[in-house]
Each structure stands twice: as structure tokens, then as C-alpha cells.
């Protein structure tokens, strides 16, 4: 088992996560894995995210599931935050550019597709 060191943030934030499901196929996996590395995925889509006011983003995978976590400053609006990400430069072909490897509808946007999941449990005081 490994663990992922957590980035420190100098206020509270907030955390957002959601879930995809992948086409069950382990070619169409390696090439989803692949286009998200460091070196393939999209400068635009690194910067957009940003520039919505994102302050972390981690994707985690097991079989065809996908797991994300957002981390936004507390203020942070989320829908306003899609809509607004939803229109920079190349989102839209970001989007379908990864629709072929996604169970989601063709032409459907990053907020349409991913999940937003319930937090059912907590360890914090």
C-alpha cells in the first residue's frame, strides 16, 4: 500500500470528489493513463483548471473506476466555476479528445460527466 503526501495550504479549503467510469477495455485504460501524464496532458486544460480557482486536482484509478479529489479555496463556487471552465480554450476538445475512453455521452462537459459523491464519514473532530 502507498500513500500520497497531501499538499499544505496556508488557509482552510475545501474538497470535492467525484467518480467516472471507464470503457472496460485495458488498451483504451493505457491510453486514458498515458494522455493524462505529465508529458501528454494539454497545457491549456493544466492552466484552465487554475485559472477557475482549482488548487489541487488528483485522479486515482482502480479496473475502470475513477476516483477524483478537488481542492478549492473555502469561497470557492463550483457550478460557477464549470461554467466558467466549461468555455476556455480547447476545455471542449479536452473533453471529447477523452470522451472515447469515458461511459459518458458524446459532447457531454467535464461537470456533466464526473460524479459528485457523498461523503459519508469523517474522522475529524
Not at 493505457?30 to 505529465?38: D, G, P, T, V
Request: aromatic share 12%.
Amino acid at each position: 500500500m502507498k500513500g500520497y503526501r497531501v499538499k499544505q495550504y496556508n488557509e482552510p479549503v475545501k474538497r470535492y470528489c467525484q467518480t467516472l467510469e471507464l470503457r472496460d477495455n485495458p488498451e483504451l485504460i493505457a491510453e486514458y493513463r498515458r494522455r493524462h501524464s505529465c508529458e501528454e496532458a494539454w497545457p491549456e486544460i493544466r492552466q484552465g483548471i487554475r485559472e477557475v480557482g482549482i488548487l489541487e486536482m488528483e485522479i486515482y484509478i482502480l479496473g475502470t473506476k475513477l476516483f477524483m479529489i478537488v481542492e478549492t479555496p473555502l469561497d470557492f463556487d463550483w457550478d460557477e466555476a464549470m461554467a466558467k471552465l466549461a468555455t476556455l480554450p480547447r476545455q471542449q476538445e479536452w473533453e471529447d479528445y477523452m470522451s472515447v475512453f469515458q461511459q459518458a455521452e458524446p459532447g457531454a462537459s467535464s461537470a456533466e460527466k464526473w460524479q459528485p459523491m457523498e461523503r459519508m464519514f469523517h474522522l475529524y473532530e
